[in-house]
């Protein structure tokens, strides 16, 4: 986790959070755990911005089992199987874009995502600046300006 939190801590440089969204699987939440636990924004558990369910390393877990095992998070958003199996790039590419109008809904505008490679390279390509754009390295903390246009700076 020293490697996570160095680079947060290199992406962030300066940057205060208002609040934290974080995809359910396990692997993001244990992520936030671990390398963001210094942060006190509210952290807010969206479905949205999962990992693109094509295979059962990617699929999720019932609700019940993340309460138990989470209990510092807030699960009410979430239905009790939130992921989707057999999911294609086109659902991925329109999830991407529903995430993307929820952000410009939220009133914070200083928001941590904490999700999956190829759902965040979906969300990345929706401007055409970035639309050869390859992918994050593992656990890779990239700061993003969204702006008003829709497009990504």
């Given at each position: 986790s020293s490697g996570i939190n160095a680079?947060?801590?290199?992406?962030?440089?300066g940057f205060i959070p208002e609040l934290v969204v974080v995809s359910p699987m396990t692997r993001t939440l244990l992520t936030h755990?671990?390398?963001?636990a210094e942060v006190t924004c509210p952290v807010k558990?969206?479905?949205?911005?999962?990992?693109?369910?094509?295979?059962?390393?990617d699929y999720g877990r019932p609700k019940t089992e993340l309460e138990k095992e989470f209990p510092e998070y807030n699960f009410s958003g979430i239905k009790e199987i939130w992921w989707s199996e057999?999911?294609?790039q086109g659902q991925v590419n329109q999830?991407?874009?529903e995430f993307k109008s929820y952000l410009f809904s939220l009133?914070?505008?200083?928001i941590v995502v904490v999700s999956h490679g190829v759902f965040l390279k979906s969300l990345v390509r929706?401007?055409?600046?970035?639309?050869?754009?390859?992918?994050f390295k593992n656990c890779e903390a990239v700061k993003v300006r969204l702006q008003e246009d829709g497009d990504l700076e």
């Open positions: 680079e947060y801590g290199r992406a962030r440089s755990r671990h390398a963001l558990v969206s479905a949205l911005p999962r990992e693109q369910g094509d295979f059962p390393c057999g999911e294609t999830r991407a874009k009133p914070q505008q200083r929706l401007t055409e600046r970035y639309s050869s754009f390859r992918s």
